[in-house]
């Protein structure tokens, strides 16, 4: 019911290749998937967010996709650089509590 | 700036003695958590509120509790800690709830080491 898996934990990429991280849910109440970006010794931000009425939402070089049928929502990362490099949370948020994936490191390698 | 402050940023301490870690608020948010931080685990909820007179549990409660002392101030304390409580807590709040925009806005993290 509460948890969200995230995969996968670690992920190393070449600069300017993609990134992809994936997330599953299993609840019905959750309305909102939002993404945050941790750097190394700061705290958590927001970088993007889609809410369960809509299939796909571009920022730029971030995009995100939601599967509400499968319950599951990725995150795409295109032409990476290095300070693309941080821990990447997902989350879900049903009734205003929000529940956090373990995280993926990225290691965005020049 | 309006933000969110941790107070203290880093405190060790040993097993069994009382810890509180204070958060203030500055956004005039209505919608206050508390998270723990720790390796490959993530973030994970301890205890919410949407006001004064409002608290919930969250994913881990046991071995924590609060106060909303007020619409700006959340403390988390530990009432005897011990060594597994070892983490970087996380204050975080949320907007108006009739806004339902869910983003949370993180404080910079309480570093907690018990011995």
Known sequence: GENVEQHPSTLSVQEGDSAVIKCTYSDSASNYFPWYKQELGKRPQLIIDIRSNVGEKKDQRIAVTLNKTAKHFSLHITETQPEDSAVYFCAKTGGFKTIFGAGTRLFVKA | ?115
Not at chain 2, 32 to 59: A, C, H, T
Not at chain 2, 76 to 101: H, K, M, V, W
Request: with cysteine; hydrophobic share 30%; net charge positive.
């Open chain 2, 1 to 115: 700036d309006a933000d969110v402050t941790q107070t203290p940023r880093n405190r060790i301490t040993k097993t069994g003695k009382r810890i509180m870690l204070e958060c203030s608020q500055t956004k005039g948010h209505d919608r206050m958590y508390w998270y723990r931080q720790d390796p490959g685990l993530g973030l994970r909820l301890i205890y919410y509120s949407f006001d004064v007179k409002d608290i919930n549990k969250g994913e881990i409660s046991d071995g924590y509790s609060v106060s909303r002392q007020a619409q700006a101030k959340f403390s988390l304390s530990l009432e005897s800690a011990i060594p597994n409580q070892t983490a970087l807590y996380f204050c975080a709040t949320g907007t108006d709830r009739s806004l339902n925009t869910g983003e949370l806005f993180f404080g910079e993290g309480s570093r907690l080491t018990v011995l």
